[in-house]
């Protein structure tokens, strides 16, 4: 086990509640919903913009009540949610001055982004938009590799007059919209560029070309943007380096790179491995993994996004209110092991992870051990240890490194290690923490403000 010291926390210098935070809510929610059969249900069916149409008619989110998806967040433990404003089709959930494509025209009749920003400032949460680069439905977004119009034959005719520019222009001014006319906007997901996917045709023609900074205009955009909104974040997906990585749908190793510079990072993960609602995906995590996931981003100095995609009526579904509800109560008891803490810069034992905060190290326990567990290093920097969820004291050792194992007593452990006993009986949580009060000086950490 080596102790490097703790890493020094990197958060955004100007936003430090991002790493502070830990926990956000995502929000899928569009015309897809309606589908109910994924987000990407454009292109996986390569639905022509005409068919799709059939959803902007049945638009209707009578239930839509973003007070309650409020506080589903709060009740676990989220601190910020993130709506898509405008998914890849296209459609947006506000009265934008640039396009008809939108809530207002539809049976839903309304701006829907105006409740939402309320509800969450009410709650006292963070406000997040997310945003597509991507627009299945803009006449001047040139049809490639990931469009639903991919296999129309006349991809190269109806391309001739799709230069791009006149979709830079509809984004940009769209962006400009979003961050004028709703307030305080804390944080900007944008998705997503993919410059490297060129393909070519079957006698080795260029084809397609991909998509990145400059279609969209990224350098500009990221200027408008801290104009708007000098306090807000913006992640990395516009093909020019942001405030934050974006993982996705996987958990990171450990600290995220941008060369050899640690960055604040957010790993975004689904319920079931779709973003919208996909009504016969029965592939839900079940809330203990989704708890152990967020514990073991925090290990790593990461935030988890945690994604639900509302039905097409506007609420939040059952099996995902049941993982909210996990998640919130192991996080009534347990936050401050996640909040403020980050990683520890200490080989956790096997099946367990440490959490950071000031003179606190939590250790999470994923498997329960019988007995003891040896945390080598830490012997002389232990005051105190309690279990988290019911503050009981657990007892400390230090075992003769030379003290050979007895029919009753653990043998010796490397010079240093501590040991707790622990009881037999598992705590009756998702992940038992034990919360260890360090001597002040044991584990230095402070935040810097390096980035990327
Ligand atoms: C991927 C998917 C997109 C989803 C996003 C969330 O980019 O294409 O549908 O919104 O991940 O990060």
Not at 344 to 363: E, F, M, N, S
């Amino acid at each position: 086990m080596t102790h490097q010291g703790a890493p020094a926390q990197v958060v955004i210098p100007h936003a430090p509640w991002f790493t502070e935070d830990r926990l956000g809510m995502f929000v899928h929610w569009g015309l897809y919903s309606l589908a109910a059969r994924h987000e990407w249900v454009m292109n996986y069916e390569q639905i022509a913009v005409e068919d799709y149409r059939k959803y902007f008619e049945h638009f209707d989110p009578d239930l839509y009540d973003p007070r309650e998806w409020a506080a589903a967040a709060k009740h676990a433990g989220m601190k910020y949610v993130v709506l898509t404003t405008k998914h890849h089709d296209g459609f947006v959930l506000w009265d934008s001055a640039l396009t008809e494509y939108k809530s207002t025209n539809t049976p839903c009749g309304r701006d829907l982004l105006t409740p939402y920003v309320e509800a969450l400032r009410e709650a006292g949460l963070k406000v997040g938009f997310y945003h597509s680069v991507i627009d299945w439905h803009h006449p001047d977004f040139a049809i490639d590799a990931v469009h639903p119009e991919r296999n129309n034959p006349d991809w190269r005719e109806l391309n001739k007059t799709r230069t791009g520019e006149a979709y830079r222009e509809y984004l940009h001014g769209q962006v400009r919209e979003l961050l004028s006319n709703y307030g305080q906007i804390d944080y900007l997901f944008f998705d997503f560029s993919y410059p490297e996917m060129s393909t070519k045709t079957a006698d080795g023609e260029p084809k397609f070309r991909g998509k990145g900074a400059k279609d969209w205009g990224s350098v500009e955009l990221m200027k408008t943007i801290r104009e708007l909104q000098p306090g807000i974040i913006v992640n990395d997906r516009l093909n020019v380096p942001g405030d934050f990585v974006t993982p996705e749908q996987y958990q990171p190793a450990g600290a995220m790179l941008s060369g050899d510079k640690e960055v604040p990072w957010e790993a975004c993960q689904t319920l079931n491995g779709s973003w919208g609602y996909d009504r016969d995906n029965l592939d839900y995590k079940a809330p203990d993994q989704l708890v152990r996931m967020l514990i073991d981003g925090v290990s790593k100095g990461g935030n988890l996004l945690l994604n639900v995609g509302p039905t097409a009526r506007g609420e939040i579904d059952p099996r995902a209110h049941e993982a909210l509800e996990g998640i919130g109560e192991w996080m009534r008891l347990h936050s401050r092991s996640i909040y403020g803490a980050g990683a520890a810069g200490l080989d956790a034992p096997v099946d367990a992870r440490y959490t950071l905060r000031g003179d606190r190290l939590y250790l999470h326990l994923f498997a329960w051990p019988f007995q003891f567990i040896h945390l080598p290093g830490l012997a002389d920097k232990v005051r105190y240890a309690q279990l988290l969820n019911d503050a009981s004291e657990v007892a400390m050792l230090v075992l003769d490194s030379d003290q050979v194992a007895g029919h009753m007593t653990p043998a010796g452990q490397a010079p240093g290690t501590l040991t707790l006993k622990l009881p037999v009986q598992r705590p009756n949580v998702r992940v038992p923490v034990v919360e260890l009060f360090l001597n002040s000086t044991a584990l230095n950490t402070h935040p810097t403000t390096e980035r990327d």
